[in-house]
């Protein structure tokens, strides 16, 4: 089944603590991408990648950062979490014009 | 100046009704246009495209105007299932790489 696939799907840290919100899909898309969600904001782009080791900044890049060291793996890295970084992650793939997004990452930093 | 607008709504539209939401861009070299479908806090979904030329697929249609910059989704009527909220997509130029999402109008069909 195509999928793109986000993990984990829940998570509460502290400020400070470094963590990893890790991404694959099996679609061998080229394209794929990182978005936080909040209320009144709507989906943001944070970094997306055409292809292995080829990453841009996206809208809100500050405070992230993401490698791509391989197609099918996009990880999103939190350095050092704070606070305004609480949102729902979503990581995306794409083909042609249509993208495939993961289930979802809700996030809290306290 | 945002680069897509959407009215939040929420819309609360009876069961068979018909309801049109709009969405305006602000770049006018803009191509591509998608309206995506998101349930409750989960992944949003390609519900169409958006050709210059219009797109219909069973109820629902989508429909540019360029020269006023907005881009439209008609619902004709509508199902209790349908009650999610309706993301508006562009992606403008130069690289096509960035996709700048609306905030989402919200939908309610009530029986």
Known sequence: EAQVTQNPRYLITVTGKKLTVTC???????????????????????????NVEVTDKG?????????????RNFPLILESPSPNQTSLYFCASGGGEKLFFGSGTQLSVL | RKEVEQDPGPFNVPEGATVAFNCTY???ASQSFFWYRQDCRKEPKLLMSVYSSGNEDGRFTAQL???SQY??????????????????VV???PTGNQFYFGTGTSLTVIP
């Open chain 1, 24 to 50: 694959s899909q099996n679609m061998n898309h080229e394209y794929m991408s990182w978005y936080r969600q909040d209320p009144g904001l709507g989906l943001r782009q944070i970094y997306y990648s055409m």
């Open chain 1, 59 to 71: 809208d809100v890049p500050e405070g992230y950062k993401v490698s791509r060291k391989e197609k």
């Open chain 2, 26 to 28: 602000s770049n006018s």
């Open chain 2, 65 to 67: 105007n360029r020269a």
């Open chain 2, 71 to 88: 881009i439209s989704l008609l619902i004709r009527d509508s199902k209790l299932s349908d009650s999610a909220t309706y993301l508006c």
């Open chain 2, 91 to 93: 992606n403008p130029p």
